[in-house]
């Protein structure tokens, strides 16, 4: 795999100087196909497909925007599936042609030297391109580890959403590194990638952001967006919701963004594959301000399960990183309470600014308590842990009074037997 990538690199610095980065000889108003650009409302991208074909999955548009390629298929999971391409030459849109049998989700490298696509939804192949075309396609891993809608920046990073044996999850978006010759999937964490599945994904060229689908309830997916932040980590996502996302059991997928970070071309559909169509809406004005809106507080790790020893009091405090608000961790307040919403037991206190809980317990007890984290905005993350306690002092206490009162009641009892037993044997005096 070190190997491929130090290829596929040297390839694409070599050919930059072949390409015009963002030249426009084509007219403005035949960008796209000459299609109507759409504003907020998402509108079909008018794609040719065969018959019993629908255009799903991304689709990749090079620099000078004078090629668009995209895949068609038949349904999931395709029997019939291609890359095709439309061409602007002789200052006119040429096509479609097939480019490529039986792959899907074209991408290219960020000069358009490479394009890579996927073989069914594990495997990425790539193709080089040369001056009659493409080269033969070839796998870009020689193992059978699954890379999905794998992707290459400006910074010559490597990403994948990682379908592979042994994934914590099915689908963690994650970056593709090299250490000691083997490849591995470093998956970005929470909260960008959770116990729900992250699947198809576009990363921005410049890395400072991430559009990907995930699926919440089990039944389609949404598209949700993602800063990267000084530190290196992810914003908390957004759902970018309606008119994007559609209610119901729609899926949203197969993510692309125009090189001017306009437009957002995304596939959406049912239960029915006659119902997919690839899909553009204009973006830009929603990436600012899903930037500058408030960004709902995280669970960043998990508070612990306490056990209690009753020979002292009991002290916890959370530290600052449990929570995470990605608009400044100042804003948060805290608040505790049993996790059925009743008050903590009278024995517990919890300290809002110091993040503490302390008291000393009465009683055996298991109870579980929620911590709620609530923002400026009154947008709140909760987590929940149990605290256990077993009273040593009073149990053996209990312990050594039911074992007295036992021997106590056991004493009677003979006593009381052994004087039955005497008054029946006794002969009355009135008996002559």
Avoid at 27 to 40: I, K, W
Avoid at 140 to 149: K, T, V
Avoid at 159 to 175: K, L, Q, V
């Amino acid at each position: 795999m070190k190997k491929v990538l130090q290829l596929l690199l040297v390839i694409s610095m070599m050919l930059i100087s072949s390409f015009s980065l963002f030249a426009q000889s084509i007219p403005e108003d035949s960008l796209y196909l000459g299609q109507t650009p759409p504003g907020s409302t998402p509108q079909i991208f008018n794609l040719s497909v065969t018959s019993g074909h629908r255009a799903c999955e991304r689709i990749a548009i090079t620099s000078d925007g004078e090629e668009i390629y995209y895949g068609e298929l038949n349904g999931y999971t395709p029997t019939s599936y291609r890359v095709r391409c439309y061409k602007y030459q002789d200052n006119k849109w040429q096509g479609p042609f097939t480019v490529f049998e039986g792959f899907i989700a074209p991408s290219l490298s960020v000069n358009d030297s490479i394009i890579y696509m996927q073989n069914n939804i594990f495997y990425t192949y790539y193709s080089i391109r040369t001056d009659s075309g493409w080269s033969v396609t070839k796998k870009l891993l020689s193992s059978n580890q699954h890379l999905h809608y794998f992707q290459r920046t400006n910074l010559n990073n490597s990403f994948a959403s990682s379908y592979y044996e042994g994934s914590p999850t099915d689908g963690n978006i994650s970056r593709v590194i090299v250490v000691n010759q083997d490849t591995i999937l470093q998956s970005f964490g929470i909260p960008l990638n959770s116990s729900a599945q992250e699947n198809d994904f576009y990363i921005a060229p410049d890395e400072s952001y991430i559009f990907f689908s995930k699926n919440v309830n089990g039944g389609a997916g949404d598209i949700y967006l993602s800063f990267k932040k000084d530190n290196g980590k992810w914003t908390n996502p957004k759902n970018l919701g309606s008119p994007i996302n559609k209610p119901g059991a729609f899926w949203e997928y197969g993510q692309f963004v125009s090189n001017d970070n306009k437009y957002l071309f995304f596939t959406s559909g049912g239960t029915s594959m006659s119902t997919y169509y690839t899909y553009w809406v204009r973006i830009d004005a929603l990436l600012d301000s899903l930037r500058h809106t408030n960004f709902v507080p995280y669970l960043n790790y998990q508070i612990p399960n306490q056990s209690i020893d009753s020979s002292q009091s009991f002290i916890y405090t959370f530290p600052d990183s449990t929570f995470i608000d990605d608009d400044g961790n100042n804003t948060l307040t805290y608040s505790a309470t049993l996790s059925d919403g009743n008050p903590l037991q009278a024995w517990l206190s919890f300290d809002p600014i110091t993040k503490t809980f302390s008291g000393t317990p009465t009683e055996t007890i298991n109870i579980n308590v929620k911590v709620t984290a609530t923002d400026s905005a009154n947008a709140t993350a909760t987590c929940t842990f149990m605290i256990s306690a077993v009273v040593t002092g009073i149990e053996e206490s209990k312990i050594k009074f039911l074992k007295v009162y036992t021997f106590i009641k056991i004493i009677q009892t003979l006593l009381i037997r052994q004087r039955q037993s005497s008054l029946q044997f006794q002969k009355p005096e009135y008996i002559h």
